[in-house]
T-cell receptor, first 115, second 113 residues
């Protein structure tokens, strides 16, 4: 089974702090994604990566950056956390090639609260 | 118009009934279609994938795809209270990044004991 893990289930930070959210997958997937999910707004893509050191902006990249130094690990960075970044953050991964059909598998999520 | 649309519900069905969840998507080339189940406070879990027109069955779940009409549906037979969750429809559109999925906002299903 695909396993995607995230570094924290719950996180509380203060405005202005630098926040790191880490995601690790064990299926040798090429593609990794960061979403945020808010009530009434659904899942929104922040960034994704299709290879080591590669990244592409999603729909809402402002205020975030990412890092992918190793294939299995994808980090989301909030350079200066703000209260409007309070949300559930979800990491996902998918394989490439015709067999995968781009199925994405999600980690358990990190509920971040910025005070 | 959103690219992937779902009726937000809530949809309530009695235990043992068939729950029918629908999803329509925009007129773009699309490759693959997915249904995810999300319990409150948890992350989405992939339950069905479908790639070609017709029906695909997996246990109590049946996914139906009609590309001409641009809809995909999920039927849950013999619904159980444990099926109560939000169901997300996702579509892989082409062209653009072949790796991305576009998600609907979800349909909340409640199965009444």
């Amino acid at each position: 089974d695909v396993k995607v893990t995230q570094s924290s289930r719950y996180l509380v930070k203060r405005t202005g702090e630098k926040v790191f959210l880490e995601c690790v997958q064990d299926m040798d997937h090429e593609n990794m994604f960061w979403y945020r999910q808010d009530p009434g707004l659904g899942l929104r893509l922040i960034y994704f990566s299709y290879d080591v050191k590669m990244k592409e902006k999603g729909d809402i990249p402002e205020g975030y950056s990412v890092s992918r130094e190793k294939k299995e690990r994808f980090s989301l960075i909030l350079e200066s956390a703000s209260t409007n970044q309070t949300s559930m953050y979800l990491c996902a991964s998918s394989g490439s090639g015709i067999a995968s059909y781009n199925e994405q598998f999600f980690g358990p999520g990190t509920r971040l609260t910025v005070l | 118009q959103k690219e992937v649309e779902q009726n937000s519900g809530p949809l309530s069905v009695p235990e043992g009934a068939i729950a029918s969840l629908n999803c329509t998507y925009s007129d773009r080339v699309s490759q693959s279609f997915f249904w995810y189940r999300q319990y409150s406070g948890k992350s989405p879990e992939l339950i069905m994938s479908i790639y070609s027109n017709g029906d695909k069955e997996d246990g109590r779940f049946t996914a139906q795809l009609n590309k001409a009409s641009q809809y995909v549906s999920l039927l849950i037979r013999d619904s159980q209270p444990s099926d109560s969750a939000t169901y997300l429809c996702a579509v892989n559109f082409l062209p653009g990044s072949a790796r991305q999925l576009t998600f609907g906002s979800g349909t909340q299903l409640t199965v009444l004991p």
